[in-house]
């Protein structure tokens, strides 16, 4: 792996929607194979249904974007959890919101509505 960041991962279960984390990813220098948490992924080239990587080992799926000023990194409203070690630098850089320093989760509007459906 050669550069990391501070991306938005959402773990893909049997439903549509999983659980959402925003933490360190660590890159290849093609960015097809990325690590996250001990988890080695690869991408799926456009075959998934809302998700874009899949665990090499696990086969389980997930969706992995960078993440956004506005919070909405979900596809669809959930609670997303911030990783200890990258939460100072996502309120800082990224959201650019200093004084929320210290807070690990939020609530994100997610990018589509589902008119109620699947609100985690």
């Given amino acids: 792996m050669s550069k990391s960041r501070v991306m ?3 773990y893909k279960d049997d439903d549509i929607v999983g659980a959402g984390r ?15 948490a001990g988890a080695s992924m690869q ?3 456009g075959t998934g249904y809302k998700a874009n990587y899949f665990d090499i080992e696990t086969l ?3 969706w992995v974007s960078g993440c956004r000023k506005d919070g909405n990194d979900a596809l669809y409203p959930m609670e997303v959890h911030i990783d200890e070690d990258v939460q100072e630098e996502y309120w ?4 650019q919101q200093p004084e ?7 609530r994100s509007h997610g990018k589509h509505s589902m ?3 699947h609100t985690k």
Avoid: A, F, N, P
């Avoid at 800082?92 to 959201?95: D, Y």
């Avoid at 929320?100 to 939020?106: A, D």
């Fill in 22 to 36: 925003i933490g360190r990813v660590s890159l290849s220098k093609t960015g097809r194979t990325l690590s996250y």
């Fill in 60 to 62: 389980e799926q997930y």
């Fill in 100 to 106: 929320k320093v210290g807070t690990l989760k939020y």
């Fill in 43 to 45: 991408s799926l080239e």
């Fill in 8 to 10: 938005y991962v959402e």
């Fill in 115 to 117: 008119g109620g459906r």
């Fill in 92 to 95: 800082r850089e990224i959201r």
